[in-house]
């Protein structure tokens, strides 16, 4: 990973920026309103912007698949391989489901299931690692590790 | 209503003019934004249209205006207010106290003379500085989307040059209205002090309880929040005002308490007010500007752009060079800030009862029509004049 610098644009958002391996320098703009810009530097002048790229948060989301989508299945064929019979499973939270507000200590999800919650995705922050006084919301996108029947059980508890 | 009825004798008449210059005010936003610049020059000139010795004098009661007016500067500082967040005035503090400071020294000075060599009192001289020190946020900001630079290197330092001015403007306006309100030099001391010592305690309450403060008003409709918003921004403002401290600069640290998602809420609900009241402000200040002496602040105004044209670039040099930008970098950073607007007439606004404030007035007005739109036409081609001579840069 290039070094990433980060500042601050009063008022409007912030500005992230690297130089590529080929030596392009690039930057992303990201404004308060979630509106996205991608920005390549002039080679010559490197403070001026000559590509601008303004993308909407759908577009963003878009791309991001695009370039992210290859990156995770690796790393999940990585993760897979490296941890015999274990596998990671994203699941949904539904607005139905019984768990809709409920804490991780009182879903008892290990204690059923064998599997354990390593992160849960709301909106766009992760929240590693969450402690058994999480509370779910509806929505939220729950990361779990464990067997594939475990899975199964947990998909069966937070969906059905 | 009864303020309107009675201040004009007809009520009816009275809408029929003021919506008539709505409608012509709309036209000229319209006009502006088709060229590219701000409406502030055209709400300028459609006031002198409709002033006094105006082609279409206006019979409305000053009362009505001038209490509208007030309250379109308070939300004009309200919503500067609510642009940034406590991070972003500590980190702004924290790189750009010394460019702020060459930036007052290259801007600010030139006024303040002027004012000197016109013959006017100190206190007009004064205000006159901060009228070619202060640059136009707003003009800043949309020359910089405009032209697709917000993603330039170079633009930090402009947007924290923004943020340093915007907090020197929170020193400087309780001074001045201390100063102009003076009564001898013990007195005007005293009220100096007071006012610096109230804008310190209100900008520490803001930034220790404003997430609190933020919490409280979460809650509720939009509808609830926007009169929460604008009853706290007048109360917060009266006080300061009681206390002689200038009502503007409460209403801006009113914005600044205010964080969160209560900030994006607040600053969408406040914008369209802000830019309704703001209009009839700007009409209102050169509405009382005679066009005569408008024409002769013209050769005084072109010196002093010139100058402040300077003043900017080399404000926006010091500010890049700090940051390691390039030459040409520099140059649009300062061409950015070249327009001055709406807080240069904030502050002509507040000398305008004063001996020398007739010729302040006009002055501060054909130097904003000037610098706003000399700016935007100079940032645009910043680019193209220096490549030349700074190709290796």
Known sequence: M???????????????????????????????????????????????????????????????????ATQVSEALTAVQQQLEGLAIDWIMLPARSRFADATIAEGEFRTRTGASIVAVVRDETTIAAPGPDHRFQAGDVVVAVGTSQGLAQLNELLVG | MTIVAAASGDAALLFIEIGAVALALSLLARLAHRLGITAIPFYLLAGLAVGQGGVAPLDVSEDFISLTAEIGVLLLLLTLGLEYTGEELRYGLRTGIGPGLADAVFNFTPGFVAGLLLGWGTTAALLLGGVCW?????????????????????????LNLLVIEDLAMAAYLPVVAAVVAGR???????????????????????????????????????????????????????????????????????????????????????????????????LFFSFQIDPGSLAGALVPATALVVVGIAGKLGSGWVAGRALGIGRRGRLRAGSALVARGEFSIVIASLGVATADGGDLAALAAAYVLLSAVAGPLLAKYAEAVPAVGLRRA
């Open chain 2, 184 to 282: 001898g030099l013990g007195a005007t001391t005293a009220t100096v002090v007071l006012a610096v010592v109230v804008v310190v305690l209100i900008l520490f309450v803001a930034l220790r309880w404003g997430a609190q403060l933020s919490g409280m008003l979460a809650g509720g409709s939009d509808e609830a929040l926007l009169l929460a918003v604008f009853g706290l921004t007048l109360l917060v403002a009266g006080l300061a005002q009681q206390v002689e401290v200038s009502a503007a600069i409460g209403a801006f640290l009113v914005g600044l308490a205010l964080s969160g998602s209560v900030q994006a809420r607040a600053g969408a609900l406040v914008r369209p007010l802000r830019d309704l009241f703001a209009a009839i402000f700007f």
């Open chain 1, 2 to 68: 290039p070094d990433v610098t980060e500042t601050p644009l009063p008022g409007v958002g912030v500005r992230h920026e690297f130089t590529t391996s080929s030596g392009e320098r690039l930057a992303v703009l990201s404004y308060r309103s979630g509106r996205r810009e991608v920005v390549v530097y002039d080679r010559d002048d490197p403070d001026a912007a000559v590509t601008v790229l303004h993308l909407s948060r759908d577009d963003t989301r878009t791309l991001a698949d695009l370039l992210g």
């Open chain 2, 134 to 158: 202060i640059s136009s946020s707003g003009v800043a900001s949309k020359v910089l989307t405009d032209l697709d630079r917000l993603g330039n290197r170079e633009t930090p330092t402009v």
